[in-house]
């Protein structure tokens, strides 16, 4: 599985920083560093009002924030990273 999170200016500002830091964290938890690779894009082109801009292979999450994080991770990393 291929994960991208955008590191472009906006998402930047709205805290894409933190949300790499909590990826690494949370696949290193599950044993799944083998499985994922992590990447950073300048700019996926999915911009919102809040929240980072992930990818995850061919699927776009918009809006990932610190409060939702665990919610994102459960439902579209683990989803698919648990097959």
């Known amino acids: 599985m291929i ?3 955008c590191v472009g ?3 930047h500002l709205k805290g894409s920083e933190e949300i790499v ?3 690494n ?3 290193s938890e599950n044993g799944l560093q083998d499985e994922i690779t992590l ?3 300048f700019c996926i082109g999915r911009c919102s009002r ?3 801009t992930v990818q995850i292979d061919d ?3 918009t809006g990932v924030t610190v409060d939702g994080f665990n919610e994102f991770f459960d439902k579209y990393i683990l989803k698919n ?3």
């Open 25 to 27: 964290e949370k696949i």
């Open 81 to 83: 990273g648990e097959a």
């Open 39 to 41: 990447a950073g894009s």
């Open 50 to 52: 809040t929240g980072v």
């Open 3 to 5: 994960v991208q999170i």
């Open 59 to 61: 699927e776009v999450v």
């Open 9 to 11: 200016s906006s998402c």
């Open 21 to 23: 830091r909590l990826l």
